[in-house]
């Protein structure tokens, strides 16, 4: 309908005395989450629907659907983005491996040193992200589209019940909580502890009755889960891996707009990338302090320590390379990104200090 129309249709109405209803937006997008309001992945959408809708002038409607009431693991998840009953779905890579098992190269430890450039390997059109989304795309039949990698909670870091932990040999023996992909389990072992996989909403009275000692998990997670009541009162600050957040679209959905609107929601998903970058560092602070309060242990290992760790993680590597379908091409697409994010970092730092 020609917006002069619109207008005139409205004005009549008006002037009519009856009630006029607001217009439809010509687009739905049903996006969801399987968090809660105080998480990351809420805090990006929030940002992506206030964007979307602004920017598309009421063209496009995001609805949002926090928990579980649209489906209730990866694998459901997925299905449900790629038949179209879902638009937009958040997945981690653990929860996303069964599908593409490729995606848990971003559980690889050790590769991203800090924040700057693991945001510089993720960003839009970097080597890394083109071919991850390449992958998706071919894997799905073209059904499932990638569209930006977000954060989720920060860095995964060893935490556990027993003792301060410096050095791999300190972890020989614990028994570490992991999700049912293989290479989480594979980093466990390399290090010398045991993985057990448990289910997320089990894992407070898991560390309660020792059925597991430790975790990899962000200082986030740990402390909105109230982890530290549960005994959980150790943390390594070892960074082993960015907690990515893998935001996925239906590609028929996405398809069917005009290209104005594709273009808001490509910015919407930056836009949203942007918030769930910020969101862990500033809350992570608070969350930090709350656990030293509560007379958490926090250790920060020293550069030789870091270093026995990356070596004591090394057969992970191989491990991907030769058992994951595509992990050597999606492995040397994150260490070639991973390269050059770290020479674009030097000569900009160069440059500022100049």
Not at 27 to 39: K, P, Q, V, W, Y
Not at 130 to 152: D, F, H, K, P, Y
Not at 183 to 204: C, K, M, N, Y
Not at 284 to 310: C, H, L, M, N, Q
Request: glycine letters at 10%.
């Amino acid at each position: 309908m020609r917006k002069g129309t619109l207008v005139s249709l409205l004005a009549a109405g008006i002037l009519a005395g009856l009630p006029v209803a607001a217009a439809a937006a010509d687009f739905a997008i049903r996006a969801t989450a399987n968090s809660n309001e105080n998480d990351e992945d809420y805090d990006g959408l929030i940002v992506f629907k206030n964007y979307v809708e602004q920017a598309s002038n009421g063209a496009i409607e995001v609805e949002l659907f926090i928990g579980t009431q649209l489906c209730s693991n990866g694998s459901e998840c997925l299905a449900g983005v790629a038949d179209g009953n879902i638009d937009v779905v958040i997945q981690t890579s653990g929860g996303t491996a069964n599908i593409f098992p490729f995606v848990q190269v971003l559980d690889l430890p050790y590769l991203m040193a800090d924040d700057r450039v693991a945001e510089t390997v993720l960003r839009s059109g970097s080597t890394f992200v083109s071919t991850l989304q390449a992958m998706v795309a071919e894997t799905s039949g073209g059904a499932v589209r990638l569209m930006t990698i977000g954060n989720t909670g920060g860095w995964r870091n060893f935490a556990n019940t027993q003792r301060r932990v410096q050095t791999p040999d300190d972890l020989e023996g614990l028994k570490i909580r992991t999700v049912v992909a293989d290479l989480p389990q594979e980093l466990v072992r390399a290090v010398g502890a045991s993985p057990t996989p448990i289910p997320w909403p089990e894992l407070f009275t898991s560390f309660q009755t020792g059925v597991v000692e430790g975790s990899k998990n962000g200082i986030t997670d740990i402390m909105g889960m109230k982890f530290p009541d549960a005994g959980l009162q150790y943390i390594t600050l070892d960074g082993h891996a960015y907690m990515g957040a893998l935001w996925f679209m239906n590609n028929e959905k996405f398809q069917s707009m005009p290209v104005e609107l594709r273009r808001v929601v490509v910015d919407g998903f930056y836009a949203l990338q942007q918030a769930t970058f910020a969101s862990p560092k500033r809350k992570s602070i608070d969350a930090y302090r709350e656990f030293a309060a509560g007379g958490g242990d926090i250790y920060v290992p020293t550069p030789d320590e870091k270093a026995a760790f990356r070596e004591a993680a090394q057969p992970v590597y191989e491990w991907f390379k030769g058992n994951v379908d595509g992990g050597g091409e999606v492995f040397d697409a994150l260490t070639t990104a991973v390269a050059e994010a770290e020479a674009e970092i030097t000569r900009q730092r160069a440059a500022d200090l100049n």
